[in-house]
């Protein structure tokens, strides 16, 4: 195994098994790596759902080979520059030479001035998103919008959360009720030590006077924690969710958007100082299962409209159907800058929670100056003070920094307000 090949095959051992090229397609794509280049990705290529070859990204190139090259490959090698290909069996396409990257219904599009290559990348989200990073940012700087409006993979709803399974849940779902659902949420109200005291005190009394009901109770004890544990709930959660479970793994725009937001919400609730008293104010005014919602209704709507186009026709119909799926793709895009909202208004929280955090320990520090301020003086001659003020005037410091914060986060809600239509 030459050095190119072995660089690229210990790059794709990364993936799992189930996305890693094979062997031979990775080998006649080596030829095409500059020896310069360093490696980004190895993935699995898919053209149909036969047809599969190896792609790498590099710093400086797209690379694509397939040992065998079937129909696509061969027409790929066939509309692609003289100076782009590399023998019977590899592409290489210069960064520098992408013009833009965008979904399409069957996966991703990756234009240049001589050929488009379609992927399918369904079911895997970290060969999209690497695919999204190569696509140059808008060249139009005379435009004002352009200057500030984010490209769609660079977005925050698609960049901070790529990986890992979608989860779009609202979260006034129906709570488990009853008899059994109340008595394990009272078991669990109580203190540890209360739960473990009761329980060894009720088993041993069992034991001691009737002895079959003791092991009885531990065992009707442990069904009970069973059925209502977090992981029941969870089952019945995902049991209740109908239109939503289908838009997360629809892997649309509007998926990602309307999922990001409920992880972006949900990670707020985390947040320590979202329930602190400086964000009273912010917790009145502002309700964040209400934007999660409008988010997720939003994003039904906009793939109920995509169920409805259906697949791509042929023929003339074919130039309607696209505009009115770019039509839907941008709405989802406007969709994102609400979830973004949230994400900067979580990250904000995250902040908020440190800078408090911060000042409690210099609120510490504060009170115990004054002790070694005492101290110094009674030990010292001239009664020189300790250094009260540095102390102090980081306190002040880090109060400002909190008002600030908050003061950002009211700011940062603004795009929350701007209705977004779906077409």
């Known amino acids: 195994m030459d050095q190119a090949t072995e660089l690229l095959w210990r790059a794709a051992l990364r993936r799992p098994w189930t996305k890693r090229p094979l062997k031979t397609d990775v080998a006649a794509m080596a030829v095409a790596l500059d020896p310069g280049d360093a490696v980004d990705g190895v993935f699995r290529a898919r053209w149909t759902e036969t047809s599969a070859g190896a792609l790498a990204i590099t710093s400086g190139a797209l690379l694509i080979g397939q040992a065998r090259p079937r129909q696509h490959v061969t027409d790929l090698l066939r509309a692609a520059s003289p100076e782009h290909r ?52 808008s060249v139009d700087v005379d435009n004002p919008r352009n200057r500030t409006r984010l490209l769609p993979h660079e977005a925050l709803w698609n960049t901070r959360y790529p990986h890992g399974r979608n989860r779009i849940e609202r979260r006034d779902w129906p709570i488990p009720t009853g008899a059994l659902w109340n008595a394990g949420h009272a078991w669990r ?64 725009i509007e998926g990602r958007v309307a999922g990001a937001a409920c992880r972006a919400w949900e990670e707020t609730l985390r947040e320590p100082s979202w329930s602190s008293p400086a964000l009273d104010a912010t917790r009145a005014a502002f309700d964040g299962d209400h934007e999660v919602d409008a988010v997720i209704d939003l994003a039904l709507r906009i793939h109920d409209a995509r169920t409805q186009l259906g697949a791509m026709p042929t023929g003339p119909a074919r130039v309607i159907w696209q505009q009115q799926w770019t039509a839907l793709d941008a709405a989802a895009e406007r969709l994102g800058e609400r979830a973004d909202a949230l994400i900067r208004h979580r990250e904000q929280a995250a902040q908020l929670s440190r800078e408090l955090a911060q000042l409690a320990e210099l609120e510490r520090f504060e009170r115990s100056a004054l002790v070694v301020d005492d101290l110094t003086i009674a030990t010292s001659v001239g009664g020189e003070r300790a250094g009260l003020s540095p102390v102090a005037d980081d306190i002040a410091g880090t109060r400002a920094a909190v008002r600030e914060l908050i003061e950002l986060m009211t700011h940062t809600r603004a795009p929350l307000a701007t209705p977004v239509d779906a077409p």
């Not at 003791?214 to 544990?229: C, P």
């Open 189 to 252: 109200r109580l203190p540890p030590w209360s739960q473990w005291a009761l329980a060894v005190g009720v088993f041993v009394g069992l034991q001691t006077f009737v002895a079959p009901v003791g092991v009885l109770f531990a065992i009707l004890l442990l069904t009970l924690l069973g059925l209502t544990g977090e992981a029941a709930v969870e089952r019945r959660r995902l049991a209740l969710t109908g239109p939503e479970t289908e838009l997360a793994e629809a892997d649309w």
């Open 86 to 137: 590399h023998g019977p069996h590899a592409l290489a396409i210069p960064r520098s030479d992408i013009r833009k990257v965008q979904l399409t219904s069957g996966g991703v599009a990756v234009h240049t001035d001589a050929q488009v290559i379609d992927l399918r990348v369904t079911g895997d989200p970290e060969l999209r998103t690497a695919l999204f990073r190569l696509s140059p940012r």
